[in-house]
C-alpha cells in the first residue's frame, strides 16, 4: 500500500522523490561509513546533487 501512494505521489511531484532519494542516501552515509573523510566527500557529493530553491525563496529566506 505505502510503495503505491509513493508511486503515484512521486509521479506527479518529482522534486519530492528527489529529496527522499537525497535523505536516504545520507542516512546510509552517515549509518555505514566510519571515516570523517569519506563521509565529508559523500556528504559533498549529496550537496551537488540536491536542487537548488527558486530565485524568490532563496532571496526570502534572507
Known sequence: MYRERAK???ELYTTIEKANN???ELS????????????RLKLAH???????PPKEESDSIL
Request: charged residues 30%.
Open 28 to 39: 546510509y552515509i552517515f549509518e555505514n561509513n566510519k571515516h570523517k573523510d569519506v563521509d
Open 8 to 10: 503515484i505521489l512521486f
Open 46 to 52: 549529496c550537496y551537488d546533487k540536491g536542487p537548488s
Open 22 to 24: 537525497l535523505a536516504q
